[in-house]
């Protein structure tokens, strides 16, 4: 890399310096007027059950006029009325009666206050979201742009990514087995897989870290170990190269003549087995 592509990190780190003050300063102002509001939103409460315990007892000390049922039944009676008709008060004139202006005031007051105090938290943390937000789009540009100059120099090459049908090795548990690719997601880096056993056509979903592509083993030699799959099988299993792959007329895909470990027959004698290049790997680790 040239001195002029790290001028790319070198902006970024700059970009950075005062980023963690500006958030930790957001982070510590939301959490103040947290303690703020949480206070003010007890001493709401307060005022609330102050408020409703006098109506109550305000309605508890109006007259209870009796009824021709027999009942009694509170009443709002003017003290120049005494002998005026009964008359039971309406949900407006009883909320009226109980009604408390000073009290009213300050609950609104503090009503208004806590909205306040709730719509600022939302608006430095929002503000901090975006600085952050801004810096992870920064980055994803600026490594956007240093791909493309790493790449060009040759210093870099794109991740090559699995297609569906694309042919794989496929790891359940201790075993291997060959399945075809039939989509990958990049966002959780997980494949899923279906088995090429024409009889079970399993469908597999597997991390990548338990999945490998096969693109055919470069410059194999003879004597080198690899992982083949058994042929009439889906399974792979530890074999020795015998000869190296070799393309024969009307093949699609060069073969490789391996010798499985433990496959010897009943006289003990090893049949060397001819293997498809695409099926197989090198040794998982």
């Known amino acids: 890399m040239s001195s002029g592509d790290e001028t ?9 310096t005062t980023l963690p003050y500006q958030v930790r300063r957001n982070l510590e102002l939301v959490q103040d007027l947290d303690r703020s509001y949480q206070s003010d ?18 309605v508890l000390q109006l007259e209870v006029a009796p009824m021709e049922t027999g009942k009694g039944v ?15 008060p309406t949900t407006a004139e009883l909320m009226a009666y ?27 943390a929002r503000q901090a979201y975006e600085w952050i937000d ?21 210093e870099f090459q ?10 794989a090795a496929c790891q359940l548990g201790t075993e291997w087995i060959l399945a075809k690719v039939l989509e990958f997601d990049t966002k959780t880096r997980t494949y899923k ?5 024409v009889e079970s056509h399993k469908v597999f979903h597997l991390p990548e870290d338990q999945v490998v592509i096969l693109r055919g083993v470069d410059r194999l030699s003879k004597g080198d170990t690899v992982f083949a799959v058994y042929p009439d099988t889906t399974s792979f299993y530890q074999a020795t190269v015998v000869q190296v792959p070799r393309k024969t007329a009307g ?35």
Do not use: W
Request: glycine share 2%.
């Open 98 to 124: 109980t009604y408390d202006a000073d009290a009213m005031r300050q609950i609104e007051a503090l009503q208004a206050d806590c909205l306040q105090k709730a719509d600022e938290k939302v608006c430095v």
């Open 41 to 58: 939103l007890a001493k709401l409460q307060e005022l609330y059950t102050a408020y409703l315990q006098q109506a109550e007892e305000k």
């Open 158 to 167: 794109q991740e090559e990514v699995a297609q569906p049908n694309d042919l």
């Open 134 to 154: 801004a810096v992870v789009e920064r980055l994803d540009d600026d490594l956007q742009a240093l791909s493309k100059i790493l790449q060009a120099q040759g």
């Open 193 to 197: 897989l279906v088995d090429e056993d």
């Open 74 to 88: 509170r009443v709002i009676r003017k003290e120049d009325a005494e002998k005026a008709p009964i008359i039971i």
């Open 8 to 16: 790319y990190l070198e902006s970024f780190v700059e970009s950075l």
């Open 251 to 285: 093949q699609s895909s060069p073969f490789v003549i391996v010798s499985f470990m433990d496959d010897s027959d009943e006289f003990g004698v090893t049949h060397d087995k001819t293997v498809q290049l695409q099926h197989i790997m090198v040794p998982p680790k």
